[in-house]
């Protein structure tokens, strides 16, 4: 090996085991503390914390706001992409705008303009207390603060892989005769469904851990509008440190959960492309 080979192998294993260390103290350590911290009064503790009456309505609601969030979230991002990546329309720029802009604003200002609009004060507060409608405060305006954060990981997922693959095998199916569901369901939805899936599974991570924009419009009111991230601060705030930890290690592992997911997926497409690509 020339001096030039063995100063780039030491390059590369430096930058390698700076990104280990970075990674062990940034993601590795809060990760070990918040298990620690669960446990340090043991499995009965821990346990008894989970089965706290507002902890299981808080992870009640966050499972249930993750279902109805990612379901609108898919939806709209298979929609979306469908036509971004199939057609060219005035407003198509306007349309990657708009998806791209929960990642530029803060989930705080997205609750705040839930609240300026569908508040008791808001622009369509009284027309709602009229007829007796909560938004803000309640399960819809949790759901509709998910879905603003959650809008973009499904669409952004497909919009590249759609418009790399192309529309051949779509046209080719219509002209057999097939119909616009039939070309969808057997040809659009199998060769997306693997970065459909880790939309998804960004979406619904993403749904559960959100705090800002809901924490503006669910008025933190226990045992009804509290997810889990705003028990943890709820119980921090008590100083029920232990208590907070073991939601907070709940999260954690649906994190770890999600990231596994992702990689399984990642893994599997990479080996099914690859047994498509081997010649026979």
């Known amino acids: 090996m020339t001096a030039r080979g063995r100063d780039g192998a030491l390059a590369r294993r430096m930058l390698i085991g700076l990104a280990v260390v970075v ?3 940034v993601l590795g350590m809060p990760l070990a503390i918040v298990l620690v911290e669960a446990f340090a009064r043991g499995p009965a503790a821990y346990l008894a914390a989970l089965a706290d009456q507002d902890t299981l309505d808080a992870i009640r609601l966050t499972v249930l706001v993750a ?61 709602l207390e009229t007829y007796d409608i909560r938004i803000v405060f309640a399960l819809p305006g949790i759901v509709l603060a998910t879905v603003f954060v959650t809008l973009p990981f499904v669409a952004r997922e497909l919009i590249p892989l759609m418009q790399e693959q192309g529309a051949e095998e779509e046209e080719a199916a219509l002209s057999l005769g097939a119909s616009g569901w039939q070309t969808f369901w057997r040809v659009t939805l199998p060769n997306i469904r693997f970065a459909l899936l880790t939309g998804v599974l960004l979406a619904n991570a993403r749904a559960m851990g959100e705090f800002g924009a809901v924490s503006v419009v669910s008025g933190h009111i226990r045992g009804a ?46 080996g099914t492309h690859a047994n498509e690509e081997r010649p026979t």
């Open 23 to 25: 990674a062990g103290i």
């Open 67 to 127: 279902l109805c969030s990612v379901t609108v979230t898919t939806v709209f991002g298979v929609a979306a992409a469908w036509c971004i990546a199939r057609f060219d329309f005035r407003g198509r720029s306007l349309l990657l705008t708009v998806i791209d802009l929960p990642f530029s604003v803060s989930p705080v200002i997205a609750g705040l303009v839930q609240v300026l609009l569908f508040g008791r004060r808001g622009w369509l507060g009284p027309f």
């Open 225 to 270: 509008t509290n997810t889990m991230p705003l028990q943890v601060e709820i119980l921090f705030n008590d100083y029920q440190i232990e208590a907070a930890f073991a939601v907070a290690s709940v999260l954690a592992l649906l994190a770890l959960v999600t990231l596994g997911l992702k990689l399984a997926l990642e893994r599997h497409q990479s």
